[in-house]
């Protein structure tokens, strides 16, 4: 399996979406913001049918189109504070409204398919690039500004009274969500690419650990999730995005049981 090159370059990639997605994904979950990961991975199809259109790398695309609905969420909750989720309806209607109008044109000159379901034989060197050069720069912002995320996370207003700068902050992470969004489409598709943000923190956070340690055993979750998807999908020769999905699900629920057991258990005792 390994001799192939497209299965080197997919492992390649599938790593460092391992890392960052959950890195990205926690700090929306605290926030009671997963839907926006959902939001804008259906907009990152209006930035690659762009980037296709324009015979640019369809992942830049993707990363400069999220970006600027990313910003554009950030920016129209200051008109729209109560509406959350209408917020998220009309930057879903733009970005979907885009990409069906570009795909029907039939100037789209390639197939835009892989990107929505995720297809391992499509990541070229050339991807690899842009994911490595996306990933580091993301956690290394996560890691400068980790101190003030995980305040805001918590208590956005609090954080404003402490003299933190939330709105800039709050632009700049909806940046680094575009970011993951972006590096993960190859790999696991538009569909579900929520599932990889969500998911593996989802599962994180049934062991009821502190933030540090759940953060550290989401990337272990999405590790699994990831790599098992890859993996296995490679064999049953089915799309490695949707099987990816089933899988965090299936983690997520073993989780689920096994606390429960062990809860009835340390009652019995």
């Known amino acids: 399996m390994f001799s192939y090159g497209f299965m080197q370059n997919a492992v390649f990639v599938s790593v460092f979406i391992s890392i960052l997605c959950p890195c990205i994904g926690i ?48 920016f129209l909750r200051t008109y729209f504070k109560k509406y959350a989720d209408l917020i998220l309806s ?9 990409a069906i109008t570009i795909i029907s044109s039939g ?12 297809s391992i ?19 290394l912002t996560i890691v400068f500004l980790y101190d003030k995320l995980l305040y805001i996370a918590y208590d956005e207003d609090a954080a404003k009274i402490a003299g933190v700068r939330v709105k800039l902050i709050n632009y700049v992470f909806s940046i680094l969500v575009a970011s993951a969004v972006s590096v993960s489409i190859r790999i696991v598709g538009v569909l579900v690419l929520s599932s990889m943000i969500a998911l593996p923190v989802a599962t994180a956070l049934q062991l009821g650990q502190g ?14 999730d990831i790599m098992s998807g890859l993996f296995i999908s490679y064999y049953l020769n089915v799309a490695p995005g949707g099987f990816t999905a089933l899988v965090s699900v299936f983690v997520l629920i073993i989780v689920i049981l096994l606390k429960k057991v062990y809860s009835v258990f340390k009652t019995d005792n």
């Open 211 to 224: 933030f540090k340690k759940t953060l550290i055993f989401s990337v272990v979750f999405s590790v699994i």
């Open 27 to 74: 700090f929306l979950v605290l926030r009671r913001y997963s839907m926006i990961g959902d939001t804008l991975s259906h907009a990152s199809l209006a930035g690659i049918t762009m980037g296709l259109l324009l015979g640019q790398n369809p992942i830049l695309g993707a990363f400069v189109f999220t970006s600027v609905c990313g910003a554009l969420i950030e």
């Open 121 to 139: 034989l499509t990541v070229t060197k050339w991807d690899m690039l842009m994911v490595f050069i996306l990933s580091i720069l993301s956690v």
């Open 90 to 98: 009309i930057v879903l209607s733009l970005s979907v409204g885009v």
């Open 107 to 118: 100037k789209l000159h390639a197939n835009a398919d892989s990107f929505m379901f995720g």
